[in-house]
């Protein structure tokens, strides 16, 4: 089962954060520095990476761009310049275990859509998105999940009669100016059940 299938808030539990923090180097230093996002500063440059670089995209691009991600490979989004000069690395992964039926171009273009599109509506109505943590331990997380925060919005898609839902996890790197943006397929049982219970 994928650890990322059951997430707190979803899963019952109530615990959760509004921020991140994340590390750069300013332009000439040699000393890191860090700074604290909200989880809507985080989720609206997200989704105006994934909507530019996917979504806007030429679709031989977009394809590539899955094509790396379904090979289980990053690919480098943008350098983001912050407000003092440093730089920071915004790259894309994926995590699609958790995917119902056969993955394919159409599919993720379509959840990356309804993401996207979730992430603008919730945005612009100005509800604060919580940010959740992975339920397992980190010592039987993979690498990709050490550190990962996922924001508390759902695309939610039906191909071939099967739902899916795709989340937004983000995770800055512990000692590189690189934040890696991951697309996390995630169990749909878990938020009808949730739902109902409320």
């Known amino acids: 089962m994928n650890q990322l299938n059951r997430i707190e808030g979803f899963a019952g539990r109530t615990s959760f954060e509004r921020a991140v923090t994340i590390g750069f180097f300013p332009t000439g230093h040699l000393m890191k520095k860090e700074k604290v996002l909200d989880s809507n500063q985080l989720a609206t440059v997200a989704a105006n990476l994934l909507n530019q670089g996917i979504l806007e995209a030429e679709r031989t691009s977009a394809k590539r761009i899955f094509r790396e991600l379904e090979a289980n490979r990053r690919v480098s989004l943008t350098t983001l310049k912050m407000e003092d000069g440093g730089t920071v690395r915004m790259d894309l992964s994926m995590d699609a275990t958790?995917?119902?039926?056969?993955l394919n171009f159409?599919?993720?273009r379509d959840g990356v859509?309804?993401?996207?599109?979730?992430?603008?509506d919730d945005l612009r109505a100005e509800k604060s998105l919580p940010v959740f943590k992975p339920i397992d331990s980190p010592a039987d997380?993979?690498?990709?999940?050490?550190?990962?925060?996922?924001?508390?919005?759902?695309?939610?898609?039906?191909?071939?009669?099967?739902?899916?839902?795709?989340m937004l996890g983000i995770r800055p790197d512990p000692s590189r100016p690189i934040v890696t943006l991951r697309?996390?397929?995630?169990?749909?049982?878990?938020?009808?059940?949730?739902?109902?219970?409320?």
């Open 98 to 102: 958790a995917f119902n039926g056969t």
């Open 113 to 120: 859509m309804a993401l996207v599109a979730q992430l603008a």
């Open 141 to 166: 997380a993979t690498e990709e999940e050490v550190g990962l925060n996922l924001i508390g919005c759902v695309g939610a898609t039906t191909h071939d009669g099967m739902l899916n839902t795709l």
């Open 183 to 198: 697309l996390v397929y995630v169990d749909p049982g878990q938020f009808a059940s949730a739902s109902s219970s409320s």
């Open 106 to 108: 159409s599919a993720w």
